[in-house]
């Protein structure tokens, strides 16, 4: 297992950025299927954006242009740039990690992840 910590999140007005981070520890990230999902309340947790394995990037499409999904091996950390933000993107945003998953549409599967970090509230609002 691997112990993912998010950090990153807090409050910004519509139209800002934020940049979440995920860091590893106990274990290199290097071999994972990395992902982002949030949480709104009553809502199930939705897929945000993946890097696989060979390093493939995927986003969802509420996302694309918007988010952008790197990792630092060197530094078993992964980023999620979050620009021109919506009240719509309110969630707890989660990072998620996983050794087997493979091909772009597994990824996009909560279920297939093992590994889960804490969570860390973004909020969009005026």
């Known amino acids: 297992q691997v112990q993912l910590v998010e950090s990153g999140g807090g409050w910004v007005q519509p139209g800002g950025s934020l940049r979440l981070s995920c860091t590893a520890s106990?274990?290199?990230?290097?071999?994972?299927?990395m992902g982002w999902f949030r949480q709104a309340p009553g809502k199930e947790r939705m897929f945000v954006a993946g890097i696989s394995r060979n390093g493939g990037v995927y986003y969802a499409d509420s996302v694309k242009g918007r988010f952008t999904f790197s990792r630092d091996n060197a530094k078993d950390t992964v980023h999620l740039q979050m620009n021109s933000l919506k009240p719509e993107d309110t969630a707890v945003y989660y990072c998620?990690?996983?050794?087997?998953?493979?091909?772009?549409?597994?990824?996009?599967?909560?279920?297939?992840?093992?590994?889960w970090g804490q969570g860390t509230q973004v909020t969009v609002s005026s």
């Open positions: 998620a990690a996983d050794q087997r998953i493979q091909g772009s549409r597994t990824l996009r599967q909560a279920f297939m992840y093992d590994d």
């Open positions: 106990g274990r290199t990230l290097d071999g994972y299927t």
